[in-house]
Structures are given as C-alpha cells and as structure tokens.
C-alpha cells in the first residue's frame, strides 16, 4: 500500500489528494465520556499521520447496541455535552471529525452524524433508511431523516444546519466536496450518496455499524466499492466494532476506504483494539472521470443541496497511501496478469478473426524481425487462422534482413516461423536500399535517419507488394508505446491494413509473449519465445558491432519504455498535468532514477507525443484492448498542431 520514495516532503493538495481514514474506536458502550476519550485519541493518531479528515462509526459516542436506553434523557444530555467538549478539541486538534451520535430534537430522536472541524460543529445529517427487520429495531427507537420538517437546530446557542441534503465544503478547496450518509442508507435501492454524488460530492463518507454474519464480508466490501464506482468518487465507510453489545450480534469493526471502484485501505475485523484505515484520496482524478462520463454529466440531482464550507487541514506528507505501481497496464499479482493476457490475446485473435471473415481473406503477410512486437503479432495471427479454421501456411511470414540484423534476431524469425508452420519467406534488402541511396543522392556511410527510415519504407513496400501478390493483408507490428512516442517510420512500420498490436503498450508485450510461451506453446516454440523477450529492444536499422551484437538500443535513445508507459497512463488515462506526473514518477522510480533523469524523459515524451500526433492521425485500423487508445477514430482525437508549450513550462518551472 506505501510506497518508499524521497524524503521530500508533499503538499498532496496541491497534486489534488486528500488524505482521510476511517476510524474504529474501542467501544464503550452507554458511556459517552468513555468513547469521546477513545475517538480524541484516536483522531490525534490520524493527525500524527498527516490525515485531514477521520470518520468514526454510526452512533460512536454512546455506541449502536444501547437499545431502549436511548431514550434515557441522561444519555441523552450527556452526549449532547461530549459533542460540545469534542468541538472544542476540534479548535486545536487542526483536523476534521465526522462522528455518529442520537440526537434528541422536537420530540423526536434522530440517527446522526456530525461534521467537526476547527472548534465548530458545522452540520448534522440524519439518517434515511432505517432497517427494522430481523435484528434491526430501529424505528423502535429513531425517525427518519424524511419525517424532519426543519433545516437548522439549535444548540448550546448555536444554530446548527440539520438535514439529509447537506454537503460540506473544503474552504480553500470547494473540489473536495464531502457527503454524509449513515449505514443502512448505503443498502437501499436508491442511497443518499447517489444524489451526493450528483450534486457534485466526491467524497462520500459511511459512519456504520453493521453485524456480522457468513459471507456479509465479502458482500460489504463489494458493495462499498461498487457504490464508489458508480458514484465516481471515494466512498469512507466506518464500521463499529466488537466492543458493540454481543448479546445477539457481534460487530468486526471492518472499516475500508474505496476509490472509483478500487478499495484502497481496510481494517482487520474482529480487534477489540482501536484501528484506523488511512488513503490518500485523488479528488483530482475524480473530478476528471466525471467530466469524461457523459451519463454522469447527463444527470442531476432532483434539487439543489445546501453547501455548507468548513476547515479542512492541510498539511505535508513524505509519501502517497494509496495503490501506486511503476507499470499501470502490467497487473503486479501474477494469477491477475495471467488472466489478464489471456483476455487481450482474445481480444486480438477475435479482432483479426472478424477482419479476415470480413474480407474474405485466407492470406495474410507479416514482416518478422525477431523482435517482440512482429513476435506477438505473428502469434495472434498463428492463433486467429487456428480459430477461423484456416491453414497456417496461409500466413506469409517474410524476413528482411538489413543492415542492422543480427544473427540472433534473424535466427529466432526464422526457427519461430518454421516452428508454427506459417510460410516463410526471406528477402534480404541490402542491395535494394543501396540502389535507393544512390537513386536519391545518399551516401551509404552516413548513418542518419534517411539511412534508417530507407530501411523501413523498404520492408514495407516489400510487405505491401508481397500482399497484392497473394492478394492478402499486411498485419502492422507496431504497439501503442511506439504509437504515442512517434517511434515509428511514417509509411514504413507505420502502416499496415490491420493493426493487432496497436492496443498494446510496449510493456505488456513482453508479458504477453512470455504468458504465450507458457500457456499456448510448448518445446521448440517455447525456448524460442522466452529467447525473444531476453532480446534487447531495437529496430536495428543501425550496423552491430564489431562482435555481431545489437548497437542500437531503442531505450538508450529515448528512456526506458517501463517510464515512459507510466507517463502514457498517467498523461492520457488521467489527465495529470506535468507536475503530477513527476511527482508520481518520483514516487515509484526514485531508486533507480533521478529526478534530472525523470524530468528530462517527461520532457521528451511531451515533445514528441505532441509533434507526432500526425503519426496516429491517420492508423490503420486495430483492436482497443484497454482504457488507453490512441486511434483518431475512437478515444483519442488531437489536432497534429498543438503545442506542447504549456505542459514544457510546467516542467521547467519545476526544476
């Protein structure tokens, strides 16, 4: 969950994050001067960990089993005081408090929960749904926030906003929108949280208490997650624990913090100890997926809620709480990322499958160097004839050995092709690209980019003309990382009629070959495969050196594809500006590279993913395969002339 980086302290506001956690005290129950000693102790932990905000449980200052001793005006006088005693902590603790506690008001008593910051009770929101079915009794005991025909009650002199149509607001922040809601409101069929959620809160928080019985874990843990996905937003759930009444329930004190559908932190349950459950959450990034979100931006809440603006700390961290991973498009669990090639390969095959069926098409022709990519698109194609019923030799694998091929990369082409029983052909290009040279007045000895794009547009040109021989298709190579660099020849390696790899970054093609090495292919194939991911990346365009090795490795000219993927999610899927993104490349690369290092490689992928959108406005077509795709016909449309000033001067503010 934390992630090890610099010592460099963090404002996580300034990047958009809050920090909050989710509280369970030890109970004490029917003792408010007890648990307000617990959640003061508590809440200074949350403080010493740089929180800005804690949630406790439903009905935390008295506890959510006291029964009829609920309407025993000395309870409920006494928690009316704790309230007011933990107020005043507020002034000095510099964090928010969102505790759960029965109010006695008109005549009648309400489930509540306060919201505290800054020595000021700012709001008291009811509870809606009141379960009072099996073990539930609560309508014995409370009314329903729908029954309350008041908006304000007074108390100790203060006048107080009271109601289920509260939101509260950051001061100095009016993004991190916070909306309230008590347990059972979170089950019924249309919660609160949703209308919060409309009126724009994205910070949506549970105080609950919620026994436990088999396989209620699991469903709780679902259902806080689903309900921040379907909000788009954080959902903080507060679970009461096992210091609760057991005379015929136990409470497990499962407390957990979720982010658009992630769950980020959770407590153990069944602790009689004191637990917290701290995340820092992305009100940034959240605010983003709603403006993505058409069905989102299409609705609205039935009325407006009242906005009621409070305190809300800032303070420094040292590092993020919250899943952070160095390879976004790469699951780290292994069973995770297993299922998850299995699922693009499909994607892939069934892709190509429709396309061949479409056209008619039993012949299909690849250029294969060895390398990874024309590896992995080979294989799918491999896999596509297999599933259409169609005859391997149908697939026309041709090697073009230039002037920057080696032995290894020629050998493995060949042997794979051999091996999978696809039809291979081998046309050396050498004397071709030399006649062009002279044709065009190039000097053979200077190696520029005419001296490798010549090489490039040739194999193409080969591929293209082999396909009207055959009549059959030119399956493109390229993947979404070179996509979004440029890192492609414009009518060379650029261009196909069905582009298989165009979905899949460069770091989750090396998974993918290795996942079919395990799983799809067996013996000679196998060895061959894991040989191609051992391969150093190059377009080897470039002559080996002196002892027949790769000279030209991809990554010492533009960084390493692992950072620049992380950029791409981070840029594209999320929107980050400049300094977002540094600052969480920071976060996960730090060990291995500097700051400078890093700055410089952002700086270079601006550059060129905004000079090379020209590149990606006119791609052939290829299967989407994840939530980053950069074809101008679907989820990524760029004019070719934007500038990449404004992001570049972010950057070099920074330094």
Sequence with gaps: MTNKIN??????????FVRVAAATPELHLADP?????????????????????????????????????????????????????????????????????PLAVSGRLFNCAALISGGFIHGLVPKTHLPNTGEFYEQRWFASAADANFSTVTLGGSEIPFGPDLLFSAADDPQILVGLELCEDLWAVQPPSGYQALAGASLLLNLSASPEILGKYEYRRNLVASQSARCLAAYVYAGSGPGESSTDLVFPGHSLIAENGQVFAETARFSFESQLAVADIDIARLQNERQRNRSFADSVPASPPRMIPFPLPRRAISELLRPLTRTPFVPPDAAERKERCREIFQIQTSGLVRRLRHTGSRTTVIGLSGGLDSTLALLVMVKSYDLAGLAREGIVAITMPGFGTTTRTRNNAEQLATELGVTLRVIPIH??????????????????????????????????????????????????????????????????????????????????????????????????????????????????????????????????????????????RLSYPPQKVLMLAEQVFSSEYSREQLTGWLKQFYRRFFS????????????????????????????????ATLWLSQLERLQ
């Design 431 to 572: 004397a071709a690209v030399e006649q062009h040279f002279r044709d065009i007045g190039h000097d053979a000895e200077v190696h520029d980019v005419t001296y490798e794009n010549s090489q490039a547009r040739e194999r193409t040109q080969i591929l293209m003309d082999i396909a009207n021989q055959v009549s059959g298709l030119v399956i493109g190579t390229g993947d979404l990382s070179e996509l979004a660099l440029g890192w492609c020849t414009y009518n060379g390696d650029h261009m196909s009629m069905y582009a298989v790899n165009s979905g899949v970054p460069k770091t989750l093609v090396r998974y993918l070959v290795q996942w079919c090495a395990e799983e799809e292919f067996s013996g000679n194939i196998s060895a061959v495969l894991r040989d191609v991911c051992a391969t150093p990346i190059s377009p080897e365009l470039l002559p080996p050196t002196a002892d027949g090795e790769i000279d030209q490795l991809t990554e010492q000219v533009i960084g390493p594809y692992l950072v620049h993927d992380f950029f791409l999610y981070q840029v594209v």
């Design 7 to 16: 010592t460099t302290a963090i404002d996580p506001r300034s990047h958009g």
């Design 612 to 643: 090379q959108q020209f590149k990606r406005s006119c791609l052939p077509d290829g299967p989407k395969v994840g939530t980053v795709a950069l074809s101008p016909r679907g989820d990524w449309r760029m004019p070719s002339d934007a500038l």
């Design 33 to 101: 001067d007890a648990n307000l000693a617990e959640i003061c102790c508590l809440a200074q932990r949350a403080v010493e960990q740089s929180c800005s905000l804690v949630v406790f449980p439903e009905l935390c200052l008295t506890g959510y089993s006291c029964g009829d001793l609920f309407f025993q005006e000395v309870l409920q006088r006494r928690v009316v005081e704790v309230l007011f005693a933990l107020e005043k902590w507020t002034a000095t603790s510099d964090i928010a408090v969102v505790v759960g506690l």
